[in-house]
């Protein structure tokens, strides 16, 4: 287990012990790493498009349960091509399943953000009884002609700011979308971001709908939808359109906030799903 300090804007930098795991799955073509820190109750967390982040939510969730944060295959640094193992949606829900039941816990609470947070509903509604709470944070996965999803991987990044943050001048906002400033590590992140976005955007573009809507009646455990009422790339119209179709769910939309409501308005969600969670 190694040991990581992890800085954040306005706060002390952090410590955290943090465990990697290695967990082979499908048939042993691919193995998926797993950080796990925290303590407590276990929470498997699923990140959003552009890669896995341990932001200041995860690192105040990690104070009362232990986070098994999963990497996207393809987005580990030391196997980037793991992703061509798999040929659609439903292979990375079944190598997600293998890989969850492998880290030996028992009905975790899940945990997804926007395509992290269509992951986390396909498995609820493919496994009923792999969790026994769920949490979506502005998830994709449906399809309305009137409410279109923005094709992020098209936008010209000058726009991506704006369409990301309610606020994109925030203090939160400019940290998170921060960029190195010497130009070799500039170089490096900006080639990591866009390969993250193309093996995520694989399996959602050109429209981010595999047939979800058809399944999320299978969804039987009590799940919170929460929204940035300001998301300018998922409508949080949609947060009506989950609801709806999920038996046991509650919507919580959040003002001033855009597609990202951990890090524009962290101590909101925090206590929102801290609430959840109990």
């Not at 976005?197 to 573009?205: A, D, I, P, Q, V």
């Not at 001033?256 to 109990?278: A, W």
Request: contains cysteine; hydrophobic residues 45%.
């Amino acid at each position: 287990m190694n040991t990581e300090t992890i800085e954040f804007p306005n706060r002390a930098a952090v410590s955290v012990s943090l465990e990697e795991r290695k967990v082979p799955v499908w048939g042993g073509k691919v193995t998926i790493r797993v950080k796990v820190f925290g303590t407590g109750a276990d929470v498997v967390y699923l990140h959003p498009a552009a890669g896995l982040v341990i932001d200041g939510f995860l690192m105040d969730l990690a104070g009362t349960h232990r986070i098994f944060a999963i990497e996207f295959p393809g987005t580990s640094a030391d196997d980037p091509y793991a992703v061509r193992q798999f040929d659609d949606l439903h292979d990375i829900v079944l190598a997600y399943e293998e890989a969850i039941r492998q880290l030996g816990i028992e009905r975790p609470i899940v945990i997804g953000q926007s395509f992290g947070g269509m992951l986390a509903a396909e498995l609820a509604s493919t496994y009923p009884t792999l969790f026994r709470r769920a949490v979506l944070l502005d998830p994709i996965g449906l399809w309305r002609d009137d409410m279109p999803v923005v094709h992020w991987n098209s936008v010209p990044a000058e726009q991506m700011p704006s369409l990301l943050f309610a606020d994109p001048e925030s203090e939160a906002a400019r940290a998170f979308l921060a960029m190195p400033t010497d130009q070799e590590s500039f170089v490096k992140t900006l080639a990591a971001r866009v390969w993250t976005l193309g093996c995520t955007g694989s399996f959602m573009w050109p429209i981010p709908d595999r047939g979800l809507e058809k399944r999320l009646h299978r969804i039987q455990i009590p799940t919170k939808i929460i929204w940035g009422r300001d998301d300018k790339l998922v409508s949080f119209g949609y947060a009506t359109e989950f609801q709806r179709l999920i038996a046991d769910s509650e919507v919580e939309i959040i003002d001033d906030c855009g597609h990202i409501p951990q890090v524009e308005k962290r101590i909101e969600t925090y206590r929102i799903v801290s609430g959840f969670l109990g």
